[in-house]
Structure formats: structure tokens, C-alpha cells
């Protein structure tokens, strides 16, 4: 109940000589929303990739309780495994859209896909479920047969939301998922998300180089420089009361986060 | 005979801050921070603008960091330090053991006042209709028109935003409730609404740690006044 959901101890990427990040340890349980923040080439993305068990790290681990309630590392995982994590257990908002979603083919056949690679089969049920997630989305659901393509950026997103959470995942990744929406609509979007990761007890890893969006998500945040977590805590202990150099540059450098 | 034990007890807390875009300077806020709160009465931080009063109630809150020293809150399950508690633990001492009134109430975009207000108490456990029913009665007792309760805060004025952030922090049963200038921008007759609210959380044995300028105000609602000037940092004291 209060055991970690994902544990990451002492990760540690090298791609060559060139650091991804180093000595990260950190743990989330259901219901917590943490952020990663830190400008490009800080070691954010790398660090997401690697939680996802993939690529291996240099060193370190990634402990997962899986839904049996079995501790296993990620990165000792099959690739049959993993697939199953990816289909059922996890979520992953991209920033774009069209990387998270297929183009081709409806919004409803975007949502029901998830479910049918979970075992769905019933067309009835399928289609009952990606309406519901449309309108839990505010999507209209009279436009359920589109395609994505005719939607809008922030309608896209959160089409791309819904693909991700009807199969009741309990860990969402997410990439910079307000990143290029207008600010209207962005907020919009992160109203949804504070409702859903609300009502469905989500843990939820968030990379954003917006201090803002973190303020409003996370419960704790993560400040990444040069591939290394350069201070850790309460978001909003750390964006309030920075300690570094680097935070306090990153917390100057915005208006009112 | 047992001792009554406080429900919040400040020991030799030091603040200061380190600028290092500014060369590493470093201002001192305060300095031996030291102070008990019990449960029914309200303690008020005195002292001069600059003081570092609002300071003292972020660090009890954990939004600032601190130094030096102890900042014990005795919660359900025992007393948690905030000054060296894991963020895990100060999260669970907001959601269920302490309160907060800020100056300000910090918007979140296209949440309803009525929702706004709930939050605190949903968080607690509330069953919802019972929380509604909270929020319903405090907006109307702070004169907040009911036709704004379903509008976001965003546009309302000053005063209006004020009112919701005090409804908002006093909706849910807390043990210490931190309260920073809630009177500020308030008319005579919502101040007076927000005194009895406060002597309402006095008698249902909350202890209350405030920042009041109205001295008028002040003077009714506090139980005792810490100054704060004497936590003053002494640089160039002799």
C-alpha cells in the first residue's frame, strides 16, 4: 500500500564517452506525480527511456512491483514482458502527438486498439469505452470516426491521453506533454490531467522543461543538470526556496511559475 | 498530572537565504526561532514588515527550507520535525494535520470556486456531499455570491479571491492552521465574518499560527503575540 511502485537505485547511462545521466535513485508510489525538470540535454529524456527499461543502463536498476505484487528488475525483463507492460500496466504521453497516436486511423479506432491488445473483443464494449474516454477527454464524441489528422493540437493530445489510460494503467510517462499547445489550451489539458491522475490514483513521471507545469502536476520534483539530479524535494519547497546555483537560474529565468 | 504537549513547537530554527547569482551573497532572515502553539489558542507573529514573519510560516508549512533547528507538529501519528522530514511526510502532514491560508490564492485554470474550496476536504477523506455542504456554508458566511460558485476565481477581484482562499483553507479539521494576513484586503463586516470563523476553530481546539497587520483585528483574535524582532539575526549587534 505504501510500498514503491517503481524504484530506480544508482542509474547510470554512458553512450560511449558521452554521459546520459548518472547515480539516479529516486522511488514513486501510486497516486504521486513527480517531475522531472531541467533544460535540453540535462539527462531528462535519457533518464525516461531508461525507467522504461530500455535501453539497458550502464549500471544500476529499476525495481517494478508488478501487478502480482512480485518485485522485478525492469531491465531483466523479456521483450515479451515488456511488450505487456507496455500494453497494459504503462502509459506514455509524447509530446507530439502523431509519435503516440495512429494517424491513420480513427479516434475511436485510436482507443479501442489499446483495449483489444489487452483482449477486448467485443465490438459493442470496445466502442462503448472509447466514447466514454472521449468524453472524459471532452472530446465530442460525434467525431469519433475521424481520423487525428482532421484534430486540433489539443484535441490530439488528449486523444492521445485517452488511448493511454483505457486500459487503467497505474504508471504514465509523460514527455513534455503541454509542450507546443497554445497557453489556453494547455491549461485545458492540465486541468485534465490533475483530474485524472486524481480520480485514478495514478503515479505519473512527468519531463518538462516548464516550471509552471510542474508547479501545478507534481508533488515532488526532480532538478536535472549535466545528467545528474542537482536537487531534489516538495515542487514547491524547491521552485519557492531553490538551494543550487542552476535551480535558482532556472526559477530567475520565468515569470511567476 | 501530564503535561500538555504542544501542537507545534519551534526550536532554534535558523533562516537564511544563499544568492548564488548574486555571488554567493547570503541574507539572513532569522535566527533562534523559538515558539510553542497549543491547541485552542491562536498565536500571532508581531514585529515590523521584513521581519521574516511570513518567512516562519513557510518554513512550518515546508515551503522554505531551513538552516537550523526543530519544527515538531504533533500529527495522529506521532511528531514529524518538518525541517528534516521527507517530502513524502510534510505532503501527508498537509493533507490531513495543517492548514494554510496564504495571501494569495494561487489559481488553477478553469476549476470551479465551488471545487476549489472542496479540494482540501476531499483530500481528507470527506464524503462529498457533506463536503459541498461545508463549502456552500462558508462562501455564504463569507459573502461570496453564490453566482460566482461556479466560475473559476480567475477574474474575481482581489477581495473575492481572498475570500475563497479563507474558505478553502478552513474547510477541512486540521490541528494547526497557518494563517498569513487572511483579513488583508477585506471590508469591515468579512473581517468580522473571518474573527468568529477563527474564534469558531479556537473553541473546536485548533491551534492557530497568524500574521495579522489589523491590529484591530489582532487584538481579538490572538491568544498571545510572539515577536518576532526578537529572532532578529544580530550581524552587527553587539
Known amino acids: 500500500m505504501t510500498a514503491s511502485l517503481l524504484e530506480a537505485q544508482g542509474l547510470t547511462k554512458w553512450y560511449g564517452d558521452r554521459l546520459g545521466c548518472r ?5 514513486i508510489r501510486e497516486g504521486e506525480v513527480l517531475a522531472i525538470v531541467g533544460e535540453s540535454g540535462s539527462g531528462k529524456s535519457t533518464l525516461l527511456s531508461l525507467l522504461s527499461g530500455q535501453p539497458a543502463p550502464t549500471s544500476g536498476s529499476v525495481a517494478y512491483r508488478m501487478r502480482d505484487g512480485s518485485i522485478r528488475d525492469l531491465v531483466s525483463l523479456s521483450e515479451a514482458e515488456r511488450r505487456f507492460l507496455f500494453r497494459t500496466d504503462w502509459g506514455f504521453v509524447h509530446q507530439d502527438a502523431a509519435k503516440g497516436l495512429r494517424m491513420g486511423v480513427s479516434a475511436g479506432g485510436n482507443v479501442g486498439e489499446r483495449l483489444m491488445a489487452v483482449g477486448a473483443r467485443h465490438y459493442g464494449d470496445i466502442r462503448a469505452a472509447a466514447e466514454d474516454w472521449l468524453e472524459r477527454v471532452e472530446i465530442d464524441v460525434s467525431r469519433i470516426d475521424e481520423k487525428p489528422t482532421a484534430y486540433s493540437g489539443g ?28 497557453v489556453s489550451v494547455q491549461a485545458r489539458l492540465l486541468d485534465l490531467l490533475r483530474r485524472l491522475v486524481a480520480d485514478m490514483g495514478l503515479a505519473v513521471i512527468v519531463v518538462t522543461h516548464d516550471l509552471a507545469v510542474a508547479r501545478l502536476l507534481s508533488d515532488r520534483i526532480m532538478v536535472m543538470r549535466q545528467g545528474r539530479v542537482i536537487e531534489a524535494g516538495l515542487t514547491d519547497r524547491v521552485l519557492d526556496d531553490p538551494r543550487e546555483a542552476y535551480t535558482q537560474l532556472l526559477v530567475s529565468s520565468i515569470l511567476q511559475p | ?41 491562536c498565536v500571532v507573529l508581531g514585529g515590523p514588515s521584513g521581519a521574516g ?17 526543530r519544527i515538531a507538529v504533533a500529527g495522529p501519528e506521532g511528531v514529524v520535525d518538518v525541517a528534516t522530514a521527507e517530502p513524502r511526510e510534510v505532503l501527508a502532514l498537509r493533507r490531513s494535520v495543517m492548514g494554510y491560508v496564504s495571501q494569495f490564492l494561487r489559481v488553477v485554470p478553469r ?20 463536503a459541498r455542504a461545508r463549502a456552500e456554508a462558508l462562501l455564504t458566511r463569507l459573502n461570496v455570491p453564490e453566482r460566482l460558485w461556479s466560475l473559476p476565481p480567475a477574474t474575481f477581484s482581489g477581495g473575492e479571491q481572498q475570500r475563497v482562499n479563507i474558505a478553502r483553507g478552513l474547510i477541512a479539521d486540521v490541528r494547526l492552521l497557518l494563517l498569513d494576513e487572511p483579513t488583508a484586503s477585506l471590508d469591515a463586516a468579512n473581517r468580522a465574518a ?6 469558531a476553530k479556537k473553541a473546536a481546539g485548533t491551534a492557530l499560527l497568524g500574521i495579522f497587520h489589523d491590529l484591530d483585528v489582532r487584538d481579538r483574535v490572538a491568544t498571545r503575540i510572539v515577536d518576532v524582532t526578537g529572532f532578529a539575526t544580530r550581524r552587527d549587534a553587539a
Open chain 1, 23 to 27: 547515480d539516479v535513485s529516486f522511488d
Open chain 1, 155 to 182: 484535441m490530439r493530445q488528449r486523444l492521445q491521453i485517452a488511448r493511454n489510460l483505457v486500459t487503467a494503467p497505474r504508471l504514465v510517462f509523460m514527455d513534455e506533454p503541454t509542450g507546443g499547445l497554445d
Open chain 2, 1 to 41: 498530572m501530564t503535561p500538555i504537549d504542544p501542537i507545534l513547537r519551534v526550536e532554534d530554527v535558523a533562516k537564511s537565504f544563499t544568492m548564488h547569482l548574486r555571488g554567493g551573497l547570503s541574507i539572513p532572515v532569522v535566527d533562534h526561532v523559538a515558539f510553542e502553539v497549543f491547541a485552542g489558542e
Open chain 2, 53 to 69: 514573519k511570513s518567512s516562519i510560516l513557510k518554513m512550518v508549512w515546508g515551503n522554505y527550507g531551513v538552516d537550523r533547528g
Open chain 2, 111 to 130: 476549476v470551479a470556486t465551488l471545487d476549489v474550496v472542496m479540494e482540501p476536504a476531499l483530500a481528507q477523506g470527506l464524503d462529498p456531499a457533506e
Open chain 2, 194 to 199: 473571518v474573527v468568529e470563523l477563527i474564534e
